[in-house]
């Protein structure tokens, strides 16, 4: 199903330069190395198989739900979104020979940087690509693997590229996937077999939010075997034909997708193992609506990153660039292909801005605005004596509202995320109704909230646990529990996770008693 786009293993933002500063070669990245190792990597949600050189068969996962032994949640990369598995995918933006441009990969995740280039007829002489954290680049060349280290691609990548003066007759070889197996019992021919697990039940599908110009959505099931090796999960537009969306490892309870379309969309889960697969489940149906569009791949504070415009044509370029977020963009370029000159948006200064649109999938140079401050803003109290207020702070960072600091890690998903008791928060906090397993699709720990802070009564009231971190959802998921009330010191408190944006950044209101006490 073209529309549909999944959440693949990482995310590979792009930044560039002047044109006429172009870097020399550098060291080989990360995935020159696994090509050593793995002759084809598939990625899914939270998960990865590769085939290994000697055929065997390997997978690691980020853990959210518990599958490891160890019990402490693992920070995996940001996701990005990817169309169904077998799309063939297409370069937008091709370069005209000669000229320099940026393009933008509209395809399948983790493809190889030649296969994808040569969708351009006309030929690419060159292609750079930089990472916004490391400001390092990658760059790839035709027939010069000695010196090509940007080896694999995105969905919605950007690059800058270079288009070949002269077309070659011969077309340039592209490379046969080599297929991966699917896990054991899940598969798009697997059959129903009374053999197989018990079939998943209670199918549910949440709006989460939109993101990165696509709506995100999540489905959710009741594991109701325990010999399932996988589920399978597969999907509908409208009256189509239901259609393979791939497998999920044994007990995972939920798939996260994108989806850049509108109509009425269906899914049904069926959990295999090696003697089969069991019936479907239930279905659950949503209506997707228009997409409103936005910017993927915004700048990181005060970097710069090729982002891409997902959205209509024409689009005014400061209305485009609202949906990183009111002012987090200072900058803009883009290129006029033809005379090769730049144009240029600053934010407030249409005086000298001439990059006045934007269109459909075009990238662009984009400077991100200051570092988003971590101080949290005072507020006037509510209850005399209470201390209350807002603030942000960024993923794997403390924040200190006053009580003491206290760890937040996102889990790269959007609308999740996780407070730490241990660890790096000092002193020690104490949560109140910690649940066993929270209701965002994990088996980590949850906690049971409160709909307002005056309902706090008295410490006698609530049971205050001391762990290690429990796992949050912000206000717009389906998974959000209310005020979370803690102890830390000798101060009592509450937190409530108002949004986890998709910069990973937390959003909270808190309340504490400077007293020592609960006069909430």
């Not at 169904?84 to 000229?99: A, H, L, Q």
């Not at 027939?143 to 002269?166: A, F, W, Y």
Request: a negative charge; aromatic letters at 10%; proline letters at 9%.
């Amino acid at each position: 199903m073209a529309a549909i786009k999944r959440l693949a293993l990482a995310t590979l933002l792009v930044v560039a330069v002047p044109l006429g500063l172009l870097p020399g070669p550098h060291r080989p990245g990360v995935l020159a190395s696994l090509a050593e190792t793995f002759r084809q990597v598939s990625g899914g949600w939270g998960h990865t198989c590769g085939v290994k050189t000697d055929g065997t068969l390997a997978c690691w996962a980020n853990n959210d739900d518990g599958q490891a032994p160890s019990a402490t949640p693992t920070p995996t990369p940001s996701a990005t979104p990817g169309p169904t598995p077998g799309e063939p995918g297409t370069v937008r933006g091709c370069p005209p020979p000669g000229n320099w441009t940026f393009s933008v990969w509209d395809g399948r995740n983790d493809i190889d940087t030649m296969e994808a280039l040569a969708t351009c007829g006309t030929g690419v002489d060159a292609a750079y690509a930089l990472d916004p954290e490391t400001q390092v680049w990658s760059r790839w060349f035709p027939n010069r693997p000695d010196v090509s280290d940007l080896q694999r691609l995105i969905n919605l990548q950007g690059m800058i590229t270079l288009g070949r003066l002269e077309t070659v007759s011969t077309p340039t070889p592209v490379p046969t996937p080599t297929p991966v197996p699917t896990l054991p019992g899940c598969s798009p021919d697997v059959q129903a077999s009374p053999l197989g697990p018990d079939a998943p039940v209670a199918l549910t599908t949440n709006y989460l939010r939109m993101s990165g110009g696509w709506w995100r959505y999540f489905v959710q099931w009741q594991d109701n075997s325990d010999d399932e090796t996988c589920f399978g999960v597969e999907q509908r537009l409208d009256d189509g034909p239901w259609q393979w969306a791939g497998p999920e490892p044994a007990n995972e309870t939920g798939y996260a997708f994108y989806a850049d379309y509108r109509g009425r969309l269906c899914h049904r889960v069926y959990a295999g193992n090696g003697d089969g697969r069991s019936e479907y489940s239930d279905i659950s149906c949503l209506d997707v609506p228009p997409l409103p569009g936005a910017v993927f791949n915004c700048p990181p504070p005060g970097k710069w990153a090729i982002s891409v415009w997902v959205g209509p044509d024409n689009t005014d370029t400061n209305e485009a660039l609202e949906t990183c977020g009111t002012g987090a963009v200072d900058a803009a370029f883009a290129p006029d292909v033809n005379p090769q000159l730049w144009l240029r948006w600053f934010d407030g200064r249409s005086d000298i801005s001439n990059l006045s649109s934007l269109n459909d999938l075009q990238g662009f140079l984009a400077l991100g605005a200051s570092e988003v401050s971590v101080t949290p803003t005072p507020e006037p109290t509510g209850a005399p004596g209470i201390i209350t207020g807002t603030g942000v702070v960024a993923a794997s960072h403390v924040f200190n509202f006053g009580t003491g600091d206290i760890y937040f890690s996102e889990v790269h998903d959007g609308y999740r995320g996780y407070l730490y008791g241990g660890d790096f928060s000092v002193p020690e906090v104490y949560f109140a109704e910690v649940i066993g397993s929270s209701p965002c699709g994990s088996n980590h720990r949850g906690y049971q909230g409160i709909d307002g802070i005056s309902h706090f009564g008295s410490a006698e009231d609530h049971t205050f646990t001391a762990t290690q971190y429990v796992l949050v959802g912000d206000k717009a998921s389906a998974c959000y529990q209310g005020i979370l009330l803690f102890r830390q010191g000798e101060y009592y408190g509450g937190i409530d996770i108002l949004d986890i944006d998709d910069e990973g950044n937390l959003h909270y209101r808190y309340w504490y008693d400077p007293s020592g006490g609960t006069n909430f």
